[in-house]
């Protein structure tokens, strides 16, 4: 089986700063892509951050030149360094992972973590 456990969430006030953590674990042969997501109250779950294998990384327009996502092979470890957090960017952010378990390849997700950002 695999994992994905984020951590890292929080509440901060705007302007702050937050880095998100997810950790695969599991029977995994592979990762390809990694994501963030979120989804705020009332509201449909959206691409935060998203990182190929070969570290090519693209953005949601709302938080370019503020998010930083990267990762770490060696950890199975997906990061998001969250800078000027304004309340709009409040949601449970989920981490995504396409991995390989012997031939297959599936999507994986984790359990969500709480960003809430005060005004």
């Known amino acids: 089986q695999v994992q994905l456990v984020e951590s890292g969430g929080g509440l901060v006030q705007a302007g702050g700063s937050l880095r998100l953590s997810c950790a695969a674990s599991g029977s995994i042969f592979s990762i390809n892509a990694m994501a963030w997501y979120r989804q705020a109250p009332g509201k449909q779950r959206e691409l935060v951050a998203a990182i190929t294998g070969g570290s090519s990384t693209n953005y949601a327009d709302s938080v370019k030149g503020r998010f930083t996502i990267s990762r770490d092979n060696a950890k199975n470890t997906v990061y998001l360094q969250m800078n000027s957090l304004q309340p709009e960017d409040t949601a449970v952010y989920y981490c995504?992972?396409?991995?390989?378990?012997?031939?297959?390849?599936?999507?994986?997700w984790g359990q969500g973590t709480q960003v809430t950002v005060s005004s």
């Open positions: 995504a992972a396409l991995i390989r378990v012997g031939i297959r390849e599936n999507d994986y």
